[in-house]
C-alpha cells in the first residue's frame, strides 16, 4: 500500500514536473516569441528613424548645395573684380627761372580716381584693366596734352575717365618654358622702384627710369626659372606704337607723309637669390619718333618724324633686404637720340630730336642714373611707419619714355638733379598719408622733351625753368 | 673685445634672419596656397587652434607662425597683387 502511495507520489510528481516542464517551456517559447516581436518592432522603428535621419540629412545637404549654386551662379556671372585706389593729395610749388624769376603757387589740390579690374577667365587666360580719373580741384580744363597717348589720365586734367590699362594675359605653354602673351594696353606705368614710394608693390613691367605712361602692344614672356634654377627668370620680348597715324574717317589712306613710331624691346628679368630681389637689363629702340609740335595757328599740322631713339637701362632692387626692413634700388639708363635731319616749326625756332638744326644728323648720347631706399619702423602704436630717400640725376641729353610719369614734375627726366625725401604715415591697411619734398635742380633745358637741342641754363632764358621745390601731403587709399 | 662680442651678436642675429624659413617656403612646406582665402579668412584661422592644426600650422615656432600669416595675409586672394607682363 505505502508502495502504492509512494509509487503514485512518484508517479504524481513525475506527471508534476512534466507538466511544469511543460509549463514553463511554453512560457520560455512565449517569451522568446514576444522577444523576437519586440526586436522585429525596434529594428522596423529604427530603419524607420534611419531613413527619416537620412531624408532629412538628404534635405539639408539639397538646400546647402542650392545656396552654394546661388552662391556660385553669383560669383560666375560677377565676371570683374573690383579695388578701388583713391588719391587726394595738395602741392606746393615754388618755380625758378634761369634769369633768376620766381614764381609759386602753394596751394594746388588735386584728385586722383583709379578702378582696377581683374577678371581670371579660363586657367590660361586673366584680364587686367584700370581706368582713371585725375583732375585739380575745380577745375574742369582738359589737360592740353590730353591727346598725348601716354599722357591720358597721367595728369590732371577735367573729369574725363581714361583707359590707363586693359590688358590680357595669356599662357600659351605651360611646362618647362612656358611663354604668355600680353595683349592690349600694358602695364608699363608705375614701374620699379616707384613701389616703395606708393607704398605698393611692383605695378610695371619695366624700369620707371626709362619708361612711365600708358602704352598699346604685345608681350611674349618666356620663363627661364625652370630651365636655369634662376629665381624669377624671365626674357620678355615687346612691341608697340608710340603713335599710330590718325586717318580719320578712312582707315586706309594717305598718312600725312608721318610713319608710325614703332617700339621694340627686349627685357631680362631675374631674382639674385635674395628673397625680395629684383634685377633687370633691357634694351629698347623707338623708330620715327615724331615732334608732336601743335599746329599753326591757321591749324596746319607741324607734325614730323624727327628720328630714331634707343634706351639701354639696368637696374636692381631688394624688397626688405635680409629681414632688416631696408629696401634699396639702383637704376642706370643711356640714351641714344638718332635725329634724321628734319626739325618742326614751333614759332620761331625748328625742333628736331634733341637739335635746334634743320639737317643734324649727329648722334646724342645721354645718360641718367636713380638711387634710392626705404626704411620701415617697427613701432605698432605708430603702424610701423617709413622713410625714403631717392635721387637722380640725368646728363645733357638724357631722353626717356617717362611723359607719362604719374609726378607732375617728372623728376626722372630731369637733365640735372633732383632729390626727394618723403615719410609714409599708415593709417590702417589700406590707407596712408605720405608727406615729401622735391629738389629740383635742372642744368639744361628742355628735361622730359624730345625736341630742341637742351643748352646750359643761363640768365638769357627767362622761360626755362632753373629750379623746382615741391612739397605735398596726400591721403591714398587702396582697396 | 667688446667691439667683437657687439659684432659676433650682430652677425649672429642677421645670420638667423637671413636662413629662417620664409613664409613663402613655409607655406609650400605645408601646401597652402594663399591666393586660396582673403585676408580676413587667412587671419581667422591663425586665431583657430583647430583649424591650425588641421593645416599643420601648430607644430611651427612662434616666429615661423608669425612668417607664414604674414606671406599669407600679403598673397591672399585680395591682397595687393604685384602687375607685370606676364605675372
Known amino acids: 500500500m505505502k508502495k502504492t502511495i509512494i509509487l503514485s507520489a512518484l508517479a504524481a510528481l513525475v506527471v508534476s514536473s512534466h507538466a511544469a516542464d511543460t509549463s514553463v517551456q511554453a512560457q520560455i517559447d512565449e517569451l522568446k516569441s514576444k522577444i523576437e516581436a519586440l526586436q522585429k518592432a525596434q529594428n522596423e522603428q529604427m530603419s524607420k528613424q534611419a531613413v527619416q535621419v537620412s531624408k532629412t540629412e538628404t534635405t539639408r545637404v539639397d538646400e546647402l548645395e542650392d545656396r552654394i549654386d546661388k552662391v556660385e551662379t553669383a560669383s560666375m556671372v560677377n565676371k570683374i573684380n573690383w579695388g578701388v585706389d583713391f588719391r587726394t593729395r595738395v602741392d606746393s610749388f615754388k618755380r625758378t627761372a634761369a ?248 614759332g620761331p625756332y625748328n625742333m628736331g630730336l634733341l637739335t635746334n638744326t634743320i639737317g643734324d644728323t649727329a648722334e646724342k648720347k645721354g645718360h641718367a642714373y636713380w638711387v634710392g631706399g626705404r626704411y620701415t619702423f617697427e613701432n605698432t602704436m605708430l603702424n610701423n611707419p617709413r622713410v625714403g630717400l631717392e635721387y637722380n640725376h640725368g646728363s645733357q641729353n638724357w631722353f626717356s619714355f617717362t611723359q607719362g610719369s604719374n609726378d607732375v614734375t617728372n623728376k626722372l627726366a630731369t637733365r640735372g638733379n633732383a632729390t626727394e625725401a618723403y615719410y609714409i604715415q599708415p593709417i590702417n591697411r589700406y590707407a596712408y598719408l605720405r608727406a615729401g619734398a622735391q629738389i629740383i635742380n635742372y642744368d639744361y633745358s628742355g628735361s622730359g622733351m624730345q625736341i630742341g637741342a637742351p643748352t646750359v641754363m643761363a640768365a638769357g632764358m627767362p622761360t626755362e625753368l632753373n629750379k623746382l621745390t615741391n612739397y605735398y601731403l596726400l591721403f591714398n587709399v587702396s582697396y | 673685445m667688446k667691439s667683437a662680442l657687439i659684432t659676433l651678436c650682430s652677425l649672429m642675429v642677421l645670420s638667423t634672419s637671413v636662413f629662417a624659413a620664409s613664409g613663402k617656403d613655409l607655406a609650400k612646406t605645408l601646401k597652402l596656397d594663399a591666393s586660396s582665402k582673403a585676408i580676413k579668412q587667412w587671419e581667422k584661422v591663425f586665431e583657430k587652434p583647430d583649424k591650425m592644426a588641421s593645416m599643420g600650422i601648430d607644430k611651427l615656432s612662434d616666429g615661423d607662425q608669425n612668417a607664414l600669416k604674414g606671406y599669407l595675409t600679403s598673397h591672399a586672394a585680395d591682397s595687393d597683387h604685384p602687375e607685370a607682363a606676364g605675372l
Do not use: C
Not at chain 1, 108 to 128: A, E, G, P
Not at chain 1, 153 to 159: C, F
Not at chain 1, 169 to 174: A, I, M, S
Not at chain 1, 197 to 208: L, W
Open chain 1, 99 to 346: 634769369d633768376g624769376t620766381q614764381s609759386s603757387n602753394n596751394d594746388v589740390w588735386s584728385n586722383r580716381l583709379r578702378l582696377n579690374m581683374s577678371s581670371v577667365i579660363t586657367d590660361d587666360m586673366k584680364f587686367t584693366g584700370r581706368v582713371v580719373m585725375y583732375k585739380n580741384w575745380a577745375d574742369s580744363y582738359a589737360y592740353p596734352y590730353s591727346g598725348m597717348d601716354p599722357m591720358q589720365g597721367r595728369r590732371p586734367s577735367d573729369s574725363s575717365i581714361f583707359v590707363d590699362r586693359a590688358y590680357v594675359d595669356w599662357t600659351v605653354l605651360k611646362g618647362q618654358v612656358p611663354l604668355a602673351l600680353t595683349i592690349g594696353r600694358q602695364p608699363s606705368s608705375d614701374g620699379p622702384s616707384h613701389q616703395f614710394k606708393d607704398n605698393t608693390v611692383r605695378k610695371s613691367t619695366y624700369s620707371a627710369l626709362s619708361f612711365d605712361g600708358g602704352a598699346d602692344g604685345v608681350v611674349a614672356t618666356v620663363g627661364l626659372s625652370k630651365i636655369t634654377s634662376i629665381p624669377d627668370m624671365a626674357l620678355r620680348l615687346g612691341y608697340g606704337k608710340g603713335y599710330q597715324q590718325n586717318t580719320g574717317a578712312s582707315y586706309v589712306g594717305a598718312s600725312g607723309g608721318i610713319a608710325d613710331t614703332k617700339v621694340v624691346g627686349a627685357f631680362l628679368d631675374a631674382g639674385l637669390g635674395i628673397a625680395g630681389s629684383l634685377a633687370q637689363i633691357s634694351a629698347v629702340k623707338a623708330t620715327n619718333v615724331v615732334s608732336n609740335t601743335p599746329p599753326t595757328t591757321l591749324g596746319v599740322s607741324t607734325n614730323a618724324n624727327i628720328g630714331d631713339v634707343s634706351l639701354y637701362t639696368a637696374m636692381v632692387e631688394f624688397t626688405n633686404l635680409a629681414n632688416s626692413n631696408l629696401d634699396l634700388f639702383a637704376h642706370y639708363a643711356m640714351s641714344v637720340s638718332s635725329p634724321n635731319g628734319v626739325t618742326s616749326a614751333y
